[in-house]
């Protein structure tokens, strides 16, 4: 991203920079082209996930309470080929996870606001580097919603999660899932105090991330402990799923 010029942004008055992503009728049809020249026309339409990527960059002030969501995703292998989206129509690499990312969480008519590390921050500016790290408990917090990418989905976690959706569900309508987040951060979670190197700590107070964690520790825990073992693609292929 060395051909992008950063509008200068100041970290002391709570300045960030928010990334626009364009609707994907903005875009057209166009395909994803690699840094390594290829295009992503071989992938499936999940990974493809339509034309390429547009986007602004704009700078607000966490005093003034803008909404935006915040991206947590992996970074990739730095070393793997690099996809290429507009950036201020200026043609820039990203990751291909970030990339997948961006197509995922746009919408087909309305740009969506996020702020995205390795783009919202310059990272060939060690000083502002140091400084928005600084910022980032504020960032995570001011954010309306805190997006967790994964990776694109594949038919067998596809299944996997329509399943602990299902399971999810039912038991939170028969009032097996009654322990909050909330409840949750007062004590140790119980296997802990029950078997000797087992269950998870506690997340600090001003961990960015720290509902996020102990939702799908929880979650791990309730299919881990009361659900019988079985292949997730064993209950799909059961019709369970249906």
């Not at 875009?27 to 999940?46: A, C, R």
């Not at 996809?83 to 969480?105: C, N, W, Y």
């Not at 987040?181 to 979670?189: A, H, K, P, Q, Y």
């Not at 506690?202 to 960015?208: N, S, T």
């Amino acid at each position: 991203m060395a051909s992008y010029q950063y509008t200068p942004i100041n970290s002391h008055e709570l300045q960030i920079r928010v990334l626009h992503i364009l609707p994907d009728s903005h875009t057209g049809s166009k395909s994803t082209s690699l840094s390594d020249g290829s295009s992503d026309q071989g992938l499936s339409d999940s990974m493809k996930g339509g034309s390429s990527v547009s986007c602004t960059l704009h700078v607000v002030s966490l005093k003034e309470n803008p909404e935006y969501h915040a991206l947590s995703y992996c970074w990739g292998d730095p070393s793997l080929p690099r996809a290429k989206i507009l950036l201020d129509e200026i043609e820039v690499e990203v990751t291909i996870s970030l990339e997948q990312a961006l197509k995922v969480f746009r919408h087909d008519t309305t740009p969506m606001v996020f702020w995205v590390d390795a783009i919202c921050i310059n990272q060939n500016d060690p000083e502002e580097k140091a400084e928005q790290i600084k910022l980032m408990r504020d960032i995570y917090s001011h954010a309306k919603i805190v997006d967790v990418f994964l990776g694109p989905g594949t038919p067998e976690t596809d299944k996997a999660m329509d399943a602990a959706r299902l399971i999810g569900n039912s038991a939170y309508d028969a009032g097996v899932l009654s322990i909050t987040v909330e409840s949750m951060r007062d004590c140790e979670f119980y296997i802990r105090e029950d078997h000797e190197g087992y269950g998870f700590n506690r997340p600090k107070i001003d961990d960015p991330l720290g509902d996020v964690k102990l939702s799908l520790y929880k979650l791990a825990m309730d299919i881990g402990t009361n659900f019988p073992y079985a292949e997730w693609s064993e209950i799909g292929a059961r019709g369970l799923l249906e």
